[in-house]
Structure formats: structure tokens, C-alpha cells
T-cell receptor, first 111, second 116 residues
């Protein structure tokens, strides 16, 4: 089965600093990869997804992720963090009909 | 347009009672999914519907859990004889029909279930 591992359950950055959230995947077939964000007491919102084609994927709110097959990685980045980026971030991979999610990374943004 | 809606938003019940959770998918989305989010287990897939059929029920944790979908739209997740370990947030998602590509799943706000 396909799976993802998110490195770091908590990440803290200063406002204006680079955001880097790590995700590594394991898949026996070409993967479809997703990043979702969850704000407190809300559902999951899609940030971006990789299917095929261009390996650098741009999403909403200034986030992007790069698919690196050689490293089996799909890390999420944002050049400059905003206070409003504080949330839980989930990496996910398709597995049959379902999405398999990572454990999540809680992003804290400090002034 | 309207997103995925779920009701109730919160549910408190006593151990042993039955509960029903409802999901209204995005109009035109024929695929519907249920997930469970809990502190200990993270996000877990429960069941997938294509139209009114459920080709994948592999994530349902026990026979106390069941789900149905009618009219290719609304879905109900039923938990019988609830246990404390059923306490979690139950998320519903919908997507366009699954063909050769993996469609984006759009999530509802969830139902928070607390079993006392």
C-alpha cells in the first residue's frame, strides 16, 4: 500500500521566514500526492496536488511543493510565513480509492 | 458553489446508543468518502461510495459501523452501540467520478462525536 511520512509533528517559524514541511512517500506505482491544510475546528482544505507532468506544483496562499522521485519526497514550502499560516498540514497519497494521510505537522508562526 | 456539508457539527452520546451522521456532497460529485480523525490514529479511511454503491468498505473498523447513500447524493454513517473509542471527528469528502485519474477530494467540516 502507498504511504507517506511527515517528518516533524511540530514546526515553528518566525513571521516572514521560510516555511518547509517535509513529506516522504512510499509507493509501488506512480503516486498522486496532495497537501491539505486544516484550521482549528474546520475540515481539510486542498493546498496543492501532484498528478503527472511538472514536478514543481504551485498551490494556494503562496505554497508550493516539488515532487522528487529520486528522493521520494514531496516537501511543502512557502518563502515567507504569515501569522495566518498557523494550522495543521497533512500530506496524503492515493491508495486505491482512498487517501492515505500522514500524521500531520502543526505549524506555529511566531511574531 | 456550496461545499460539502455535514450534520450535526457536534454530537454527544452515551455509550451503547446508536448515532447517525449525515453528509451532503457537492452537487454533481458522484464519489463520496468517509474518514475518521482521532488523536491516536490520525486520519483513517472508512468507506467509499461510487453512486449508491460502496465498492470499498475496507476501512470500517467493526460491524457496528455501516453507511448508506441514497439517490447518489446524501450519505449517512451509522454507528451502533457506540463505544468510547468511537469518539473522533468524522469527515466526509466528495469528488467527481473516479475514472483513470485521481480526482481531488473536497472535505466537509466534520462531525465531532463524543461518547461518554
Amino acid at each position: 500500500a502507498q504511504s507517506v511520512t511527515q517528518l516533524g509533528s511540530h514546526v515553528s517559524v518566525s513571521e516572514g521566514a521560510l516555511v518547509l514541511l517535509r513529506c516522504n512517500y512510499s509507493s509501488s506505482v506512480p503516486p498522486y500526492l496532495f497537501w491539505y491544510v486544516q484550521y482549528p475546528n474546520q475540515g481539510l482544505q486542498l493546498l496543492l496536488k501532484y498528478t503527472t507532468g511538472a514536478t514543481l506544483v504551485k498551490g494556494i496562499n503562496g505554497f508550493e511543493a516539488e515532487f522528487k522521485k529520486s528522493e521520494t519526497s514531496f516537501h511543502l514550502t512557502k518563502p515567507s510565513a504569515h501569522m495566518s499560516d498557523a494550522a495543521e498540514y497533512f500530506c496524503a497519497i492515493n491508495s486505491g480509492y482512498a487517501l492515505n494521510f500522514g500524521k500531520g505537522t502543526s505549524l506555529l508562526v511566531t511574531p | 458553489g456550496a461545499g460539502v456539508s455535514q450534520s450535526p457539527s457536534n454530537k454527544v452520546t452515551e455509550k451503547g446508543k446508536d448515532v447517525e451522521l449525515r453528509c451532503d456532497p457537492i452537487s454533481g460529485h458522484t464519489a463520496l468518502y468517509w474518514y475518521r480523525q482521532s488523536l491516536g490514529q490520525g486520519l483513517e479511511f472508512l468507506i467509499y461510495f461510487q453512486g449508491n454503491s460502496a465498492p470499498d468498505k475496507s476501512g470500517l473498523p467493526s460491524d457496528r459501523f455501516s453507511a448508506e447513500r441514497t439517490g447518489g447524493s446524501v450519505s449517512t454513517l451509522t454507528i451502533q452501540r457506540t463505544q468510547q473509542e468511537d469518539s473522533a471527528v468524522y469527515l466526509c469528502a466528495s469528488s467527481l467520478v473516479r475514472g483513470l485519474t485521481v480526482e481531488t477530494q473536497y472535505f466537509g467540516p466534520g462531525t465531532r462525536l463524543l461518547v461518554l
